[in-house]
């Protein structure tokens, strides 16, 4: 694996993506739908595959910001709980998206503040 680092970490990429394109409780969505578009915005490692953020999908199930509704092989089919609101962290000074029943943590890996 390569030494690149994203500007925004991933993990807070694929929740603003869920929050600009997806935040209705009612639409489904896909990992593949997501990690397409983190792609193509190009701040990831270009050598990463969808099995890479396997890990970030089953965390966003696990904190109850998503369930998980079908899988076929590596698609994971997704829908929120509740919508999702944005908050900014000031601790690392991101912004940051959060379900409405999901504990008010920075979901940035490398930061976890209360907000």
């Known amino acids: 694996m390569s030494d690149f680092t994203p500007k925004l970490p ?34 990831m490692d270009p050598s990463w595959t969808i ?8 965390d966003i199930c696990d904190s109850g910001l998503a369930r998980n509704i079908a899988q076929n092989l590596t698609t994971v089919y997704l829908k929120l709980f509740d919508p999702i609101e944005k908050f900014h ?4 000074n991101n912004d940051v998206h959060l379900g409405a029943s999901e504990e008010r943590l920075c979901p940035n890996p490398s930061c976890k503040s209360t907000l």
Do not use: V
């Open 10 to 43: 991933i993990a807070l990429q694929i929740r603003k993506i869920i929050f600009e394109k997806f935040n209705d409780i009612d639409t489904k969505f896909t990992n593949d739908e997501i990690f397409e578009i983190i792609k193509s915005n190009g701040d």
């Open 51 to 58: 099995n890479n953020t396997e890990s970030l999908f089953t």
């Open 89 to 92: 962290c000031n601790a690392c």
